[in-house]
């Protein structure tokens, strides 16, 4: 388990299926909260390794390789609350929260505030922790990508990314899946000028060559590094997806 700590939280990555993460969070007052147990049985076993006991489990969207741990996680649980987008809580197990865009959550010391990132599903939710300046973003923006539109617009994945470019340039960025090196031959063909880019895709190199995450980012490095961050509209948006897809 690799964990890493800021002056207000501890997140702990938890590798889950092929290359999902499921992430756990400790405040420095003690509360502790999941973020997408697309496993129950990986988390189950760091939990106890840390000897922690979750208050909250935080799921951005409904798909299987995020959510399908929440059952049994709540019952082996019984106390904690499960807060997911309230657009899918009917295809969410044992919804104790939903929340909207906007919605905020006291989490120990940190408030959690919703951010609604319609696009890959149209209910997905980012989670921006104010005080630790960190966002979970889930399937929708990856560092040095963006997730598949599965059920939303390219407008909407733009006006969604147009939400997080608004976040501070320092805010840390933790992702759903560990994809940053396979996207990064992408941004480079678009922008192969690009030295902070370059400079981005060695450090990658070395941290996946010896077994660590690519992540975090963060809002700063996204916006000099991925190209989809870099779009200026909604066309030159499309455009770069159509690009990539083919």
């Not at 921006?128 to 300046?133: D, L, M, R, S, T």
């Not at 063909?189 to 690009?194: A, I």
Request: charged share 25%; aromatic share 10%; with cysteine.
């Amino acid at each position: 388990m690799i964990t890493y700590s800021s002056s207000d939280m501890d997140v702990t990555f938890v590798p889950v299926h092929q290359d999902n993460y499921a992430f756990i969070l400790r405040t420095k007052c003690g509360v502790v909260g999941v973020v997408d147990p697309g496993e129950a049985t990986p988390v189950i076993r760091a939990l106890k390794k840390m000897e922690l006991e979750p208050d909250y489990i935080f799921v951005t969207h409904h798909h299987w390789d995020h959510a399908d741990g929440v059952a049994e996680l709540k019952t082996h649980y019984l106390s904690c609350k499960v807060v997911a987008p309230d657009a899918e809580k009917h295809k969410i197990a044992a919804v104790d929260i939903p929340l909207k865009d906007g919605g905020v959550l006291e989490f120990g010391s940190q408030h959690v505030r919703t951010i609604a990132t319609p696009g890959h599903t149209l209910g997905s939710l980012c989670y921006y922790f104010e005080e630790g300046n960190t966002v979970f973003t889930g399937d929708t923006l990856f560092s040095l990508s963006c997730g598949h539109l599965f059920e939303g617009t390219v407008e909407q994945m733009f006006s969604s990314f147009e939400k997080l470019k608004a976040l501070p340039d320092e805010t840390l960025v933790y992702c759903g899946h560990e994809y940053t090196r396979s996207c990064a031959g992408f941004c480079l063909r678009v922008d192969p000028e690009n030295e902070d880019l370059k400079e981005r895709i060695a450090q990658v190199k070395d941290l996946r060559d010896k077994g660590f995450p690519s992540l975090p980012s963060t809002i700063g490095m996204e916006k000099k590094t991925n190209v989809f961050f870099m779009a200026k509209n909604v066309g030159e948006f499309a455009a770069l997806l159509r690009k990539k897809n083919s």
